[in-house]
């Protein structure tokens, strides 16, 4: 079985001024950081609680076939769900420019595909990161709690003259003197007040250390992304060159020089033997006929116009009806998107179909095209029930689809196991 995905390039990453990133330590943000930490003592305990079930009962029921299994693959997406949580709370706090976590998919079919998308999951650093904030942020808001109490503890203290009957009061504890309660009602207040801005000054801090180099990691995704794109960029007009220097030289060339020989004869048989000097040509006129068709077809290959003309959906229903196997076209949009889109989308239905012809032995073949404004993408499916086995070869027809889709930064999966079907499935980003 074959299967080959290429890296989306989806990654939109805001620049945040740098006063956005040294700004944790402002007044504004610390009450902010004191009331998240409030709030991460009571959601970090719940979260904590949970996941130390589920990874006690999981271990534990590993014993009974599947169940621990089971309970252990459902703590690491709740690890992941909290993750995405916490780093969304980071970016709303304190504004780092944090691309939102996404789930990591292997490219690899099947079991083996979901196996390895567990160990990705697994293995994923930023998760790991966020979920260590969690728990720093859990126990920073325990201590922050208490320390409000004290603040709240010392403001009571101090007043205590005003409404104590006795002489003698305790202050954590400690006897002290009713005339001196104002004193140390205060300095209790003012020690802890100072220490709450100090944990949420602290939580800033292992935030931008623990949190933030996500940011940085999906900076760097990007750039090789970037990268990539431009490379298959390259491959795929190194691809296409060599498709049209092929198509010239084994179709059309020879078949204009086959023209210019049949012409030649007939200009040496015109006074001798007329019949045949018109045999032949016919004969070159016919190859002409022949030849411009080639032409045509190859610089359909080049540029579709109808494409531009009318749509993907008019440029599909086209190559549909020239195709040697009945073609089964569903095509849902909206309206026009992104013409870079489209056309990449259209010549890798394309080359799929003439693949097909060429080589599956199929008797049908369906394409599926849709529409997804919400995520910004346009996919395609194109499945034959042919014999499959189809594989990527450097500078064949699959190798200009999946380089062609790179260059947009969209992914392109083939999937032909021996004896069929085979389906391609291409994303490409779009705009409408």
Wanted: aromatic fraction near 4%.
């Amino acid at each position: 079985m074959t299967s080959t995905a290429l890296p989306a390039s989806g990654i939109t990453v805001a620049d945040p001024p740098p006063a956005a990133i040294r700004s944790t330590s402002t007044p504004l943000r610390l009450l902010a950081a004191v009331g998240h930490l409030a709030f991460m003592s009571l959601w970090g305990a719940a979260v904590l609680t949970v996941a130390g079930l589920l990874l006690g009962f999981g271990v534990a029921g590993l014993v009974f076939a599947g169940v621990g299994v089971i309970l252990l693959l459902i703590l690491l997406y709740v690890l992941y769900g909290v993750a995405f949580l916490e780093t969304a709370r980071v970016e709303g706090l304190y504004g780092f420019g944090l691309p939102m976590l996404r789930p990591r998919r292997s490219p690899k079919p099947g079991f083996v595909g979901f196996l390895h998308t567990l160990w990705l999951q697994l293995s994923d650093g930023g998760m790991w990161r966020a979920i260590a904030q969690v728990i720093i942020a859990t126990v920073l808001g325990w201590i922050a709690v208490a320390l409000v109490m004290a603040v709240v503890f010392g403001v009571v203290t101090a007043f205590a003259p005003l409404y104590a009957s006795d002489d003698l009061m305790r202050m954590i504890g400690i006897p002290i003197d009713l005339g001196w309660a104002p004193l140390a009602g205060s300095a209790m207040a003012l020690l802890a007040l100072a220490a709450v801005v100090g944990v949420a000054a602290l939580h800033g801090v292992l935030a931008r250390v623990l949190v933030a180099p996500i940011r940085e990691a999906q900076l760097a995704a990007r750039a090789r992304d970037a990268a990539s794109q431009r490379q298959g960029a390259i491959r795929a007009s190194e691809v296409e060159r060599t498709r049209i220097e092929r198509d010239l030289h084994d179709g059309v060339q020879p078949r204009l020089v086959s023209v210019g020989m049949t012409l030649g004869l007939a200009q040496q048989k015109i006074d001798t033997d007329p019949e045949k000097a018109k045999e032949l040509v016919a004969e070159a006129h016919t190859s002409t006929k022949a030849a411009i068709t080639e032409l045509r077809q190859l610089a359909r290959g080049i540029h579709a116009s109808v494409l531009d003309d009318r749509g993907l959906d008019a440029a599909l229903s086209a190559v549909a009806s020239r195709s040697h196997i009945p073609v089964l076209l569903d095509v849902r949009m909206t309206g026009r998107v992104d013409r870079d889109a489209e056309a990449a989308l259209y010549f890798a239905i394309a080359e799929s179909l003439t693949n097909a012809a060429k080589h599956s032995r199929a008797a049908a073949v369906r394409v599926t095209v849709r529409e997804r404004p919400e995520a910004g993408i346009l996919w395609a499916r194109v499945e034959d029930d042919g014999l499959g086995g189809a594989r990527v070869v450097p500078g064949g027809g699959l190798d200009g689809i999946q380089n062609r889709i790179l260059a947009l930064g969209g992914t392109a999966r083939l999937d032909s196991p021996a004896g069929g079907p085979t389906s391609l499935e291409v994303t490409v980003p779009c705009a409408s």
